[in-house]
């Protein structure tokens, strides 16, 4: 075990301020349909001056900062001007009216899918099957792949239409040329060559080969393409509906009105009427309104939709309870403490909504890719019909091979690779209790390889707490005696020992340990009389007749209590004499108490290659003492808190890449300057502010699971990026080459991006 002392007065700013005029705002962006919309979007809205933008297309939103000067009408007029629309986020709604309002957009995808598909059916069998193909079978094919290309595919076409006046090109346009060409090479083949000719018959193929152009047609691929993207697009839609579930749930998790007491009544409002200072009454069964004080009653708290923690919480008066959780036992009335966006339920979700809108340094490469990738695919169709042509001879197998390599193109998948695995994880990770601040703290988790724990409030309770009674054997005292006097006496001091010795004692007297008599006085404890505080040296009265002293206050100790109180303060631990009529009769050992799952929290740690390192500002001792207890063989103590940043930076200079968990306003400086900060949701706002991720509830387990859930996260995103590079780097080639039919090369388009959103809904089954 190593053990060292760093001295500093360095401090790190917690966040770096915002420039002086700058404003941010959320824009909702429609008219999106692949990742290059997204990019030309964010292209054009960055353009503008001194304006930053990033534009999510997963969640078809834009996060801008903009200067003065600048107004939200010129960022709307500048995206409408790009061929998209965009708005401002309407008010919260209630989930029925948000629910209607989403349903429309996906119902009439569906309708339209369903049709096409209808419609599209018999004339890709009467293609593929030759003994289908009745006489003047091509005129019915015609018939009913004319609505599929022109109406189910109308939203390509308009699409396609709106970005070339715009001078851009994207999937859509992709989509639309290849299936209008596809048409209406069909419809020269009927009216002017022989495909006409009653008897005609055709033969569905694989791949590219030489044929007759004049008798050639293109029915069941412009009709199949168009069905089979609009079943992908359709089952995109839905997947990134369910991708953004759990933040919905986050949102709408709050109660929808309030009794509140006016006057001794209880009237029932809205809960966006609750200001601070306001009372509520909150019965069993119910959701607490918003974050307060219990200034009533006494209850188990459900916390499990905030915390993912399973076990109610006990709660009464004095202590706070946070909005959204279930009252399980008593009644209660709370008193607020914040409302609306101030409160723990909304800056949680704002949280997890910022990082899913958000973009990691690998997402910036795909949407790179993307913003040139529709250009390029174009000028390889080009290209593809020209070589064919000039090595075959034959247009129609040119024709074939070029529609091919416009369809097979995707980079839809590259768009939703990142913010999908984002939106999924992040969302689980609220769901247990764990706030994901922003797509580059993943990359933090990757590499880190020490984590540096703050002991109080972190590893420990933060609460003094008595470890043990030791009595003389041969002094006859009963430790449970010994304790009541103690415990009695304590109870009228402040000091964070007293009221530890003070609360055990009660404890220990509710839980059925027959009381002496006298006791019930105070609580559970005897009345106490002519009580004097010894500054530095202890407390003394009368109780039950005797003249009571605790502390310092002995000219004689017994061999074996000076044994006893130099065992409990080598094992860190603050001993306590007690004793009455002038005799020391027993000690009491106190202790911050180890957590009961930090021993687990750092096995899991260590399961995840990081070593732990405990820091404290307590003495050598006591850090050592807690080390031993939960398994950390790196200690740093006696450190002042502004030195905590020093260790931090020493760690990192000797080659480690550091993680830091703490809860304190001490450790935000060093939360901020730790390559990941992982801050606990039970401590100060500036830590929770400082750290890159917050870990709800006050189990150091949880900092285990926020990292193995960042670090799969991660893999998600690199898994299916590999899938959306490799599908484009093999599938181009391919179709280029002629091996692939139109047809079979929409239905591996549509199911690329669909399997990179499937791929990251997996994400949902962490545990």
């Not at 007293?498 to 004692?505: C, G, L």
């Not at 605790?550 to 004499?577: H, I, K, M, Y």
Request: aromatic share 4%; proline share 4%; hydrophobic share 50%.
């Amino acid at each position: 075990m190593t053990t060292s002392t760093t001295t500093s007065t360095a401090q790190t700013p917690i966040a770096p301020p915002r420039p002086a005029g700058e404003s941010e705002v959320e824009l909702l962006i429609g008219g999106m349909t692949c990742a290059s919309c997204a990019a030309r979007v964010e292209k054009k809205l960055n353009r503008m001056d001194g304006v930053t933008a990033t534009v999510n297309y997963a969640t078809e939103k834009a996060k801008v900062t903009y200067p003065q000067g600048v107004q939200v009408a010129d960022l709307i007029a500048t995206v409408v001007k790009t061929g998209y629309t965009a708005e401002e986020p309407a008010p919260p709604e209630p989930e029925q009216e948000q629910e209607a309002e989403r349903d429309p957009e996906l119902a009439a995808l569906r309708h339209r899918l369903l049709v096409s598909a209808l419609l599209a059916a018999p004339v890709v069998l009467l293609a593929m099957v030759p003994a289908l193909q009745f006489d003047n079978w091509q005129w019915l094919s015609l018939t009913l792949a004319a609505p599929v290309v022109v109406w189910g595919g109308w939203q390509f076409h308009r699409a396609a239409w709106t970005n070339a006046r715009h001078g851009a090109a994207t999937m859509d346009t992709l989509v639309s040329v290849g299936t209008l060409a596809a048409f209406g090479w069909s419809l020269w083949a009927l009216f002017f060559g022989d495909a006409g000719m009653p008897g005609m018959h055709d033969e569905f193929r694989f791949t590219v080969s030489r044929m007759d152009s004049a008798s050639t047609i293109y029915l069941e691929v412009a009709s199949g393409v168009v069905a089979l993207i609009l079943l992908g697009r359709y089952l995109e839609a839905r997947s990134k509906r369910r991708a953004g579930a759990a933040l919905r749930a986050l949102m709408e998790l709050g109660a929808r009105d309030v009794a509140v007491l006016r006057d001794g009544r209880e009237v029932r409002v809205p809960v966006a009427s609750l200001a601070v200072g306001d009372r509520f009454v909150v019965r069993p069964g119910e959701k607490v309104a918003t974050d307060g004080t219990v200034v009533e009653g006494a209850s188990a708290v459900d916390a499990s939709m905030l915390t993912g923690e399973s076990v109610p919480v006990d709660v009464t008066v004095g202590d706070a309870v946070t909005g959204a959780t279930v009252n399980a036992g008593g009644r209660l009335v709370v008193e607020a403490t914040r409302v609306g966006a101030d409160t723990q339920l909304a800056r949680m979700a704002r949280l997890v909504e910022d990082a899913q809108n958000g973009k990691a340094e690998v997402q910036r490469l795909a949407d790179r890719i993307s913003a040139v990738f529709v250009p390029v695919v174009i000028l390889i169709a080009l290209g593809t019909f020209g070589v064919w042509l000039g090595v075959t001879g034959d247009t129609a197998a040119a024709f074939t091979a070029a529609v091919a390599v416009l369809i097979i193109a995707c980079p839809c998948a590259l768009g939703l690779a990142t913010p999908t695995a984002l939106m999924v994880g992040t969302g689980r990770g609220a769901q247990l209790g764990i706030l994901i601040k922003g797509p580059e703290v993943l990359e933090s988790t990757r590499r880190v390889d020490t984590v540096v724990l703050d002991k109080t409030g972190t590893v420990t309770t933060g609460r003094m707490s008595l470890q043990d009674v030791y009595v003389a054997e041969d002094g006859g005292e009963d430790a449970d005696e010994v304790l009541r006097l103690a415990g009695a006496l304590e109870h009228a001091s402040e000091h964070p020992v007293a009221r530890a010795i003070a609360a055990a004692a009660a404890e220990r007297s509710e839980m059925g340990v027959p009381p002496a008599e006298g006791w019930g006085r105070v609580g559970a404890l005897p009345a106490v009389e002519h009580f004097e505080n010894v500054p530095g040296r202890g407390v003394r009265g009368r109780v039950d007749g005797r003249e009571v002293a605790v502390g310092r206050l002995f000219d004689a100790v017994p061999q074996e209590l000076a044994l006893a109180r130099s065992r409990a303060e080598q094992e860190g631990r603050t001993a306590v004499l007690v004793g009455w009529d002038g005799r020391a009769r027993g000690v009491l050992a106190v202790a911050d108490a180890v957590k009961e799952t930090s021993a687990e929290a750092v096995r899991k740690l260590r399961a995840l290659g990081l070593t732990p390192v405990l820091l404290t500002g307590d003495n050598r001792a006591v850090a050592e003492s807690v080390a031993r207890a939960v398994g950390i063989g790196e200690v740093v103590a006696e450190v002042l808190p502004e030195d905590k940043v020093d260790v931090v930076r020493r760690l990192q200079r000797e080659g480690r890449t550091v993680a830091m968990v703490g809860d304190g306003v001490n450790d935000a400086a060093a939360l901020a300057t730790a390559d990941l900060g992982l801050a606990m949701g039970t401590g100060t706002d500036a830590a929770i502010e400082a750290g890159d991720l917050t870990l709800v509830r006050g189990d150091l387990r949880v900092a285990a699971d926020a990292i193995r859930l960042s670090r799969r996260t991660l893999a998600t995103i690199k898994g299916n990026l590999v899938w959306a590079f490799g599908y484009n780097v093999a599938a181009l080639p391919l179709a280029a080459a002629g091996l692939l039919n139109p047809m079979i090369a929409a239905a591996a388009m549509a199911f690329s991006s669909v399997f990179v959103v499937t791929n990251s809904l997996r994400l949902r089954t962490f545990r």
